[in-house]
Nanobody
Framework: QVQLVESGGGLVQAGGSLRLSCAAS????????MGWFRQAPGKEREFIAA????????YYADSVKGRFTISRDNAKNTVYLQMNSLKPEDTAVYYC??????????????????WGQGTQVTVSS
C-alpha cells in the first residue's frame, strides 16, 4: 500500500507559476513510477506527465510540453509538478498517481495503482 498526499494547489493568474507536490508514504517510493493527471468538470481525466522510478525518464502530454516539468526527490519521497505559463484552460483538479515498476503506457490511467486525493488549480484570466 502507498498513500499519496498532494499540496500546492490554489489560485493563480494566467501566465503565472505554481508547483504541486505529492508526498508518498507506505511501500518504498523508489519502487514506483509516478504520474500527474488532471480533470476539469465535465471532462475525462487526462494525462499530464510521468516520471520513471529513477527520475531518468519523463514523458509529457503535448498540451503542457515546454510549460510543465515533472521531477522527484526520492530522499523526500516526493514528486513535483512545476507549472509555468499557466493558462485558464489548465484549470482542473490535479492528481498524482503511482505505479509499480515499468514505464510503458504511462498516459493510461489504468496503469496506475494508487492515486492522491487531488488538488484544485484555478487559473484566472
Amino acid at each position: 500500500q502507498v498513500q499519496l498526499v498532494e499540496s500546492g494547489g490554489g489560485l493563480v493568474q494566467a501566465g503565472g507559476s505554481l508547483r504541486l507536490s505529492c508526498a508518498a508514504s507506505g511501500r518504498t517510493f523508489r519502487t514506483y513510477a509516478m504520474g500527474w493527471f488532471r480533470q476539469a468538470p465535465g471532462k475525462e481525466r487526462e494525462f499530464i506527465a510521468a516520471i520513471s522510478w529513477s527520475g531518468g525518464s519523463t514523458y509529457y502530454a503535448d498540451s503542457v510540453k515546454g510549460r510543465f516539468t515533472i521531477s522527484r526527490d526520492n530522499a523526500k519521497n516526493t514528486v513535483y509538478l512545476q507549472m509555468n505559463s499557466l493558462k485558464p484552460e489548465d484549470t482542473a483538479v490535479y492528481y498524482c498517481a503511482a505505479r509499480r515498476n515499468g514505464f510503458t503506457e504511462v498516459a493510461d490511467t489504468g496503469m496506475y495503482d494508487y492515486w492522491g486525493q487531488g488538488t484544485q488549480v484555478t487559473v484566472s484570466s
